[in-house]
């Protein structure tokens, strides 16, 4: 079923253009847009991002957070702990980026979600 996600983040960027981090505060509310659809939820998330570029082309960025899962689309509540790391180049008109993102419940939950690993690759096109 459809769901509805309304979200807002507030955050502080100390830095300058070449690298920055930013800490962070923020709220996604979820609910579903047809009856009987997922368990409508509420996440608060506390977190801190950054950026670096490494060339003109070349950027590396991060993001650490902890969420508070109130029990979104049926799962536990749960708090969760993830991160990410990303670089990314620019050529022209494209972008490649590659990443690493983990993901772990620091309570106890019993719906399948435990500590996790996933990387990404992406190819943009910008015009």
């Known amino acids: 079923s459809d769901v509805m996600n309304v979200n807002g983040e507030l955050s502080k960027k100390f830095g300058d253009n070449k690298s920055s981090v930013s800490p962070f505060v923020r709220t996604e509310f979820y609910f579903p847009i047809k009856v009987g659809g997922p368990r409508k939820g509420l996440m608060g ?8 570029k490494i060339f003109s082309n070349m950027e590396l960025s991060f993001k650490g957070q902890f969420k508070k899962d109130s ?14 790391v990303n670089l990314s180049a ?16 620091f309570s106890r939950v019993s719906d399948g979600r435990k500590e996790e690993i996933a990387t990404e690759i992406g ?5």
């Open 123 to 127: 190819l943009s096109y910008h015009f």
């Open 71 to 84: 029990g979104c689309y049926e799962f536990d509540s749960a708090i969760l702990g993830q991160a990410s």
């Open 45 to 52: 998330i506390v977190g801190i991002k950054g950026n670096t």
């Open 90 to 105: 620019r050529f022209g008109k494209f972008t490649v980026s590659t990443g690493i993102f983990t993901s772990a419940p």
